[in-house]
């Protein structure tokens, strides 16, 4: 069971899994956040896929999740669909209370009901907050969220480990750390740029540049996310470095590329990519942005072994080629 499979992350994820001979149940509300038009190329693509069941509903519709898990009974639950957007969150909280809190919670009691062997569930590097360690470790102290989107996200956290607890029930958090690549969401930086480049506009540039991001390209993010379906949490089974609930079968783990770019880095990345180079407005930074992220990721290689990593160079040509394919430009 996969929710948000219209998604970016979902998409690739629901992908990868169908590809490997799982049959997956996509579970997605095909929301106005971003052009639906893309959500549903992305849908209609696993829909060619043998083994694939599209299921259009919104996660938070009270028992839609305690049927489809009653009908299917998903042996590996992976938990992605949320109102995205550190800006959208401070225009319009309702949305993230209503899909991230009240949608998480509908899962929650759909995996009570209905155990499966694991549930992994997404949450964010913007969790860390206000916090200026590097890198971030999972054992790291996260209670100074800057945007309410992040504090939706370290609710579900904590919403996830009291179920782990009172239920025994196998849950896994992994953070994401700045996600791109081909057939991301529009309201990313990356495909902001792109646009701007190719049509020959001026690029917005925050806090003036000094900014830097551990950036993840997407088939990475999702090597990760099914690497760890196989590492199910267990309190008599730590390893090095652990972020194991001393109370629950609950861990949470970095997945990132543990390398941070400097915004200017990143965009010179994309100009190359492009063959142009921009026009850029400097402005301050925006509200509830962060100056920096960086994934400590040894956790997730102990559990894991080896994992990819994509340079951004690389990443944001594949990005840039496939803009330029899907947009004809």
Known sequence: MITGSAGFVGYFTAHALLRQGWRVIGLDALSDYYDVTLKARRHAMLEEMPGFTPVIGRLETPGL???????????????????????????????????????????????????????????????????????????????????????????????AHSYAHLYALPITMFRFFTVYGPWGRPDMAHFKFTKAILNGDPIEVYNHGNQQRDFTYIDDLVAGIIALADAIPDPKAPVPGDSLSPVAPFRVVNIGNGTPVKLMDYIAAIEAACGRTAEKIFLDAQPGDVPATWADTSLLEALTGPRPTTDVHTGLQHFVDWYRSYYRV
């Open 65 to 159: 999740l305690q049927q489809l898990f009653a009908a299917h009974e998903p042996r590996l639950v992976i938990h992605l669909a949320a109102q995205a957007g550190v800006r959208y969150s401070i225009d319009n909280p309702a949305s993230y209370v209503q899909a991230n809190l009240v949608g998480t919670a509908e899962l929650l009691e759909a995996v009570r009901a209905h155990p499966p062997a694991h549930t992994l569930l997404a949450s964010t590097s913007s969790v860390y907050g206000a916090n200026t360690e590097m890198p971030y470790t999972e054992t790291h102290k996260a209670d100074t969220q800057m945007s309410f989107y992040a504090a939706t996200k370290k609710a579900t956290e904590a919403m």
